[in-house]
C-alpha cells in the first residue's frame, strides 16, 4: 500500500457570541459528529468557547484545551497555537477529523485563523461561520449597526487615537471593540466628532452579565465591551 | 375593560447568508412558534428569504409577502415599506407575534431597519442576530477576514471613488460589498492601493450558483457579490 493523503477534515466552528441558541444548526451537526475537539481557554477551566457549546458537546469526547494566559505575551501566544497545531495535527494524520470551537466567527478576528495559518496548507479546512459579536450588539441594543450603502468601521480600541479618527472620518457608522481601559482615548475621538452623544454602549454582550450604558453613566469598561456609533444618529427612516 | 398595550412581539429573525444549515437554533425555535411570517419578496415568487427558511416553516402560517422591484425607486420602497408595517401591526395589535425573515443579520444592512423604523417604538421589538455574508464570504473563500487589531472597513461599491479610497486607505482590511457593475471602479481604486493582486472574490456567496474567481480571471460580477482585501496580504503568522 503506498501512503494516502491524510483525509481528515479541520473545521473552523463558528459557535456565536455567548448564548447556546445561536450556535447554528451545521455547528450542533457537526459537533455532534467530530470525534475531537479543541477550545481556547485560560490557564485553568474549560474557558467561554467550551461553554457555549457545552449543551451539544455529546460524552467520551477527545478533547484538546489550547491554554493561555489573558496577557499581549506574543511568544507565549505563539508557543501554544504551536503546541496545538501539534496535537491537532497528530489526529488528523490518524484520520480523525477535528472541530475547534470559535466563540462568535472563526475568520473574523478569531484565534482559529493561528491555526489555520499553522495547518491549512496540510490538512482540508472547512469553516462554519457564526454569529458575531457585532450582529449580536446591535441586536442586543435594539439598534440598526448599517443600512442602505454605509460605510462601515469596525475599530479595535487598542488602536491609536489618530488611526481611530481616521476609520471614524472615512465611515458612516463604527463599532468600537474591545474598549476596556481604552475608554478615554475613545471618548476624546467620539466627542471630538460629535458622536459621543449618541454612542451606544454595552459590556458582556451575549454572555452572563451583559450591560447596556448610557454615554454619561460609563466611567469604566471591561475588555469586552464594544460602542456603537452612527454619523446619522438613530434616523433611519 | 380598560385599554390594555399590545403584547405581542415583533422578531426581527436573521435566518443566515442562504445554506438553511446556516439558521440559528433561536431563529428555528421561533420560526416553528410563530403565528405570522413576514419576508421580503420580488413582485412574484418566495423570494430569497423565505426559500432560506422554507424547511423550518410549519404549515398553516400566515404569510405577509413584501413584494418590490429590483430598483432603486426609493418612493415606491418606501410605500412597499410603509404597507408591510400597516399589515403587520394589525397582527400585533390583535395579540399574535410576527416574524420578519431577513437574510443575513436584521440590523447588518437588513431591510428589518425600514420596519422597526416604523413600528419599533408602539411594540415590543426582539432582534435575532445571524450570520452575515460577510462572514459567509471569509468561510467560503478560506481567507481569513481580519485578526489581532485590524481596523476593518465594510464598503458598499455603490459609493464614489474617493469613498471607496479613503476607506480602504484608513483600514487594514476590507469588505466590499455589492460589487456588479461597479467592478471597473472598484478594480482601479484596488490597483491604486497594490491590493488587486491579492483580492478574493466570491459571487452569489452560500446562494445556488456560488462561484470563486482569482482577480485575472473576473470580467463582470452580479449585484450580490464581494470583494475581500488584507493590506497584509493571505499573511496570517
Known sequence: MSATKPTATLYGLGIGPGDPELLTLKAVRILQRVPVLAWPAPLEGDGMARNIAAAHIPPGRIEIAIRMGFTSDRAGTEAAYDRAAAAIAAHLEAGRDVAVLCEGDPFFFGSFIYLFARLGQRFPVEVIPGVSSVMAAGAALLAPLCAWDDGVAIIPATRSEAEIEALLRAADAAVIM????????????????????????????????????????????????????????????
Open 178 to 237: 474591545k474598549v476596556g481601559r481604552h475608554l478615554p482615548k475613545v471618548r476624546s475621538v467620539l466627542r471630538r466628532l460629535g458622536l459621543w452623544d449618541q454612542a451606544r454602549i454595552i459590556e458582556r454582550v451575549g454572555l452572563p452579565g451583559q450591560r447596556v450604558f448610557a454615554p454619561d453613566e460609563v466611567a469604566e469598561l471591561p475588555y469586552f465591551s464594544i460602542i456603537l456609533v452612527h454619523r446619522r444618529g438613530n434616523a433611519w427612516l
